[in-house]
């Protein structure tokens, strides 16, 4: 979350083109403490300056919208110094383009249907920085989600995991897996804190923004 929250609230904006949707999600977000509606926009076209002056710690971003769809949106957010938490919206889980934004660094996604207690939930997680994705629904995605570069990406993603220490393998391995850093440190018998130091060098040595990329690179190596 972002530093100029000091009272630990959760600012998010909300992108649809569907006004209906924008209106149910801020409908029941708006009810929650802990929760606040910075900003609405139609189209991915609006969300750079809407971010810039809202200051959004969560973004829930539709992946199909009608000028700047969600995967771009994504792509140009993250090329910011310091980047609000992408939830992607969708209504079909197998949707190409909700792999591609997750590729390109946001944090999870969730189904339009999803229930309203879930979607709290969900932009807490992301708030945090926790990933909105399990294991199951990754190799979901990947199974049913082919682009013609199978082959060549598990290469890629083996050649990049070779540059990790063993060490730093077995916990991208079990970011992969879904475990929390509490998880990650029992089961290696190593501090939360050098866990997270660990976790903060393999996103540096191969060039990842979160643990999703971390998970996704490590399911392209066939490691999961």
Known sequence: MTSHDAAAVTRILIVD???????????????VADL????????????PAMV??????VVLMDIRMPRVDGLAATEALRRRADPPEIVILTTFDTDDHVLRALRAGATGFLLKDTPPGDIVAAVRRAAAGEP??????????IAHVSDGDGGSRTQRAE?????????????????????????????????????????SRVLTKLGLNNRVQIALLVHDAGRV
């Open 17 to 31: 083109d569907d006004a209906l949707v924008r209106a149910g999600l801020s409908m029941m977000l708006a009810g």
């Open 36 to 47: 606040e509606i910075v900003g609405e926009a139609a189209d991915g076209a609006d969300v």
């Open 52 to 57: 810039e002056s809202a200051r959004p710690d």
């Open 132 to 141: 909105i994705l399990s294991p199951s629904v990754t190799r979901q995605l």
């Open 159 to 199: 050649t990049q995991l070779a540059e990790l220490s063993e060490r730093e393998l077995e916990v991208a391995v079990a970011i992969a897996h879904g475990r929390s850093n509490a998880e990650i440190s029992a089961e290696l018998f190593m501090s939360v804190a050098t866990v997270k130091a660990h976790v």
